[in-house]
């Protein structure tokens, strides 16, 4: 499935769900926050979000630091 991922083209070949692209990416899913075609989609929804073909998906990962 052809996927828009912050800003690039992604062939995402997992389950079609969140978690599953989180995995592909080598995300950490408690550091990450997610929106699908421009609305955020809290965490307790990512298993149940399926993506399609064309979606845009925004993975904005949490750093600490100082």
């Known amino acids: ?5 912050n800003g690039n083209r992604h062939e995402h070949t997992g ?3 969140l ?6 990416l080598g995300a950490n899913p408690e550091h990450s926050a997610l929106t699908l075609n421009g609305n955020l989609v ?3 929804n990512w298993s149940t979000s399926s993506l399609r073909n064309g979606d845009i998906v925004e993975v904005i990962t949490f750093v600490g630091g100082g």
């Open 1 to 5: 499935m052809n996927l828009i991922v």
């Open 19 to 24: 978690p599953a692209l989180l995995g592909e």
């Open 15 to 17: 389950d079609g769900t």
């Open 42 to 44: 809290i965490s307790k």
